[in-house]
T-cell receptor
């Protein structure tokens, strides 16, 4: 099975712009979660989508949003970028139900805001 | 609230010596716990998981962890370190009743000296 893929891998944006990141889960997985990783805050949960519905949301401002398509692919959008949004953004997929299933992570998208 | 605390931000060992990475958890419920590893500029790879079956869990690459409820600990061990084990390790708890939401520890950077 192909793993979780994320595009693009690297992105450089200017403060005030917006950005869209994409995540394709493992085939058959219906849940996609997004995480932000920074040196100062570590790994923080952004949100989770399951069957096209947002199931959970972390403590991030409304500038961070996401969606999930019928094929389970997910996108996250960050509007009005700030310097502090520079981070590695990771997505993870799993079947979406049960507690014994492990989550698989993609390689991440490295976003740099200048 | 559920959380994990990694007791060491950095551990240094010599090649061929044992590895011990410490993690304490806090949970009102029987937790689902994981250890992930992240090599530089890579995504997260699952090493092992505990989901209330055997308390001694074996993972990939010779790693194992023991769930100790009385000590609220889930320490990661390996009998003999290899240079390729140098990476950052995360202890993770699945939040009960919130779908796939994971809470990460702050990470432990493992250095392996030749």
């Amino acid at each position: 099975k192909a793993g979780v893929t994320q595009t693009p891998r690297y992105l450089i944006k200017t403060r005030g712009q917006q950005v869209t990141l994409s995540c394709s889960p493992i085939s058959g997985h219906r849940s996609v979660s997004w995480y932000q990783q920074t040196p100062g805050q570590g790994l923080q949960f952004l949100f989770e989508y399951f069957s096209e519905t947002q199931r959970n949301k972390g403590n991030f401002p409304g500038r961070f949003s996401g969606r999930q398509f019928s094929n389970s692919r997910s996108e996250m959008n960050v509007s009005t970028l700030e310097l502090g949004d520079s981070a590695l953004y990771l997505c993870a997929s799993w079947p979406g139900q049960g507690i014994s299933y492990e989550q698989y992570f993609g390689p991440g998208t490295r976003l740099t805001v200048t | 609230a559920q959380s994990v605390t990694q007791l060491d931000s950095h551990v240094s060992v010599s090649e061929g010596t044992p590895v011990l990475l410490r993690c304490n958890y806090s949970s009102s419920y029987s937790p689902s716990l994981f250890w992930y590893v992240q090599h530089p500029n890579k995504g997260l790879q699952l090493l092992l998981k505990y989901t209330s079956a055997a308390t001694l869990v074996k993972g990939i690459n010779g790693f194992e962890a023991e769930f100790k409820k009385s000590e609220t600990s889930f320490h990661l061990t390996k009998p003999s370190a290899h240079m390729s084990d140098a990476a950052e390790y995360f202890c993770v708890v699945l939040i009960y009743n919130q779908g796939g939401k994971l809470i990460f520890g702050q990470g432990t950077e493992l250095s392996v000296k030749p």
